[in-house]
């Protein structure tokens, strides 16, 4: 695909180690002309989006103009080479401006502190955290049409928009082919004879491209908010939760290579890396559980393994196998000679590990809160004058604070993946009312609106990591003593 060999263009202009002018003006206009100004325009709209994922669609609009026009202007034959830089700079000075028209950002007041290409450099380096849940709700086949029919410019490019703010995270490339793909659907089946007959056909084909997007952004979202360390061990704990009599040694290289794949692909301009290195993986994935598990080994008999890795990660949780009493790191394994690498590496994964296959209705949330909390312990005991008396003081500490939190969280989640919504909130305010008899109407409202809210937001399999972190000390609050929630 042509537009996939220009993105690699347009990254390259946004992280190139070489930050002179002309190279990156050079940049910029082979792209411009390699693509035309259409196919750019519409690049600069993913692009953008992406970037200022809470942007508004006229904040969007107003620098796709002024990035389009400058491009326009000084890649023409004949520009004067002074033209780009000069260009850039007025941008650069009307992003600084107190009635800038662009996309607001909390760290453009300290880029507007620099001048020169300083200053553009860091501008460019700008980018709005993802959105916590996609909001992007895709229109009937009907609705699709009309608003078509009435602008098909603006029908793109507010769909343009909307998508690529909601799945801001998904990689470039399959971004830029999800919605090539979904365009050219709309504009073929809006004019066909039998619409419906031909959008479900389109749909169809489009199918593995759409859940690729959607399983890519949920992925790669995870590992922006916890980087490659932390997301290998979120990764344990779900296929420990799925496949619970699995083993450590079967599961932790399992999650170190889905760690790998969006380490290699999240921010890969490859046309093909998401989806060739997921495929790889599920294959990894199925040979290695498929014998263990009849769920998970029906979700690897359909062909196409893109569709097998969302069925695997559907997946709900397995009853907890009965299981002796897992053992305790020692202080030795924690801070002994190179306690830091393998604490981290094996350690505490295997601790954790064990934690979530005894409780596999506790949410991804909770567990990675204890991950910190355990990392943080690690890195101050083990600089302490006495480690295994520190060690000892915060586990005995953590041993008395932290089950009330696990077993609410564990409850909680595991109420509201197997009830209706009316009747796990009918139980909830029964068990409220019960633990609490002397709580006001009032409080216990309280109380059950920040339950719900944490359940329906952190009990699910695509639960936004960031959102549901502060969820965990804010709405599990009354179950928390002496700040264990916050450790």
Do not use: W
Not at 249 to 265: G, R
Not at 297 to 307: F, H, Q, S, T
Not at 461 to 467: G, I, N
């Amino acid at each position: 695909m042509r537009a996939a060999v220009a993105l690699l263009l347009l990254l390259a202009t946004a992280r190139a180690e070489h930050r002179g002018r002309a190279y990156v003006r050079e940049k910029v206009c082979q792209e411009y002309r390699m693509l035309g100004k259409e196919n750019f325009r519409t690049l600069t709209i993913i692009a953008n989006s992406r970037k200022y994922s809470n942007g508004t669609f006229e904040e969007i609009g107003h620098l796709v103009r002024e990035i389009v026009s400058l491009a326009e202007t000084c890649c023409a034959d004949g520009a004067h080479p002074s033209c780009y830089d000069a260009g850039s700079s007025a941008l650069s000075v009307k992003s600084c401006s107190a009635d800038s028209p662009f996309p607001a950002h909390p760290g453009t007041a300290e880029c507007c502190t620099h001048e020169g290409l300083e200053r553009k450099l860091c501008l460019a380096d700008l980018r709005h955290p993802p959105q916590p849940l996609p909001r992007y709700l895709q229109p009937s086949d009907q609705e699709l049409c009309q608003a078509f029919r009435k602008d098909p410019r603006e029908f793109a490019d507010r769909y343009l928009y909307e998508y690529a703010s909601s799945y801001s995270q998904a990689p470039l490339p399959v971004l830029l082919g999800s919605t090539r793909t979904f365009l050219s659907m709309v504009s073929t089946c809006c004019i066909s004879p039998s619409p419906t007959a031909c959008f479900l056909k389109e749909k169809l084909q489009r199918k593995t491209l759409s859940l690729l997007t959607l399983t890519s952004n949920r992925a790669c979202s995870r590992f922006s908010a916890y980087g490659k360390d932390k997301v290998t061990f979120s990764s344990l704990a779900s296929l420990a939760q799925k496949v619970p009599t699995a083993s450590f040694e079967d599961l932790f290289p399992l999650a170190k290579d889905a760690a790998e794949v969006l380490s290699q692909c999240c921010d890969s301009v490859a046309e093909d890396c998401m989806e060739k290195k997921l495929s790889e993986h599920t294959a990894k994935a199925c040979a290695a559980l498929s014998a263990q598990d009849k769920r998970f080994a029906n979700c690897c008999k359909g062909k196409n393994l893109v569709e097998n890795y969302f069925c695997i990660l559907a997946l709900p949780p397995a009853p907890a196998p009965k299981l002796p009493e897992a053992p305790e790191p020692t202080n030795k394994e924690l801070c002994g000679k190179e306690g830091a690498l393998q604490a981290t590496r094996q350690v505490l994964p295997r601790s954790l590990f064990e934690l979530a296959r005894r409780r596999p209705s506790l949410p991804d949330a909770v567990l990675a809160k204890l991950y910190d909390a355990s990392e943080k312990i690690r890195e101050e005991c083990c600089s302490a004058k006495d480690p295994s008396a520190c060690l000892d003081s915060k586990r005995q500490r953590m041993g008395a604070e932290l089950p009330p939190v696990l077993e609410t969280a564990s409850q909680l989640c595991g109420q509201y993946t197997k009830l209706y919504f009316l009747d796990f909130k009918k139980r909830l305010r029964e068990s409220l009312t019960q633990t609490f008899p002397e709580a006001s109407t009032a409080l216990l409202e309280q109380l059950l609106e920040q339950r719900v809210s944490f359940a329906s937001t952190c009990c699910t399999q695509d639960a936004p990591p960031l959102l549901c972190a502060s969820k965990v000390s804010s709405e599990l609050g009354e179950a928390c003593k002496q700040e264990s929630c916050l450790l």
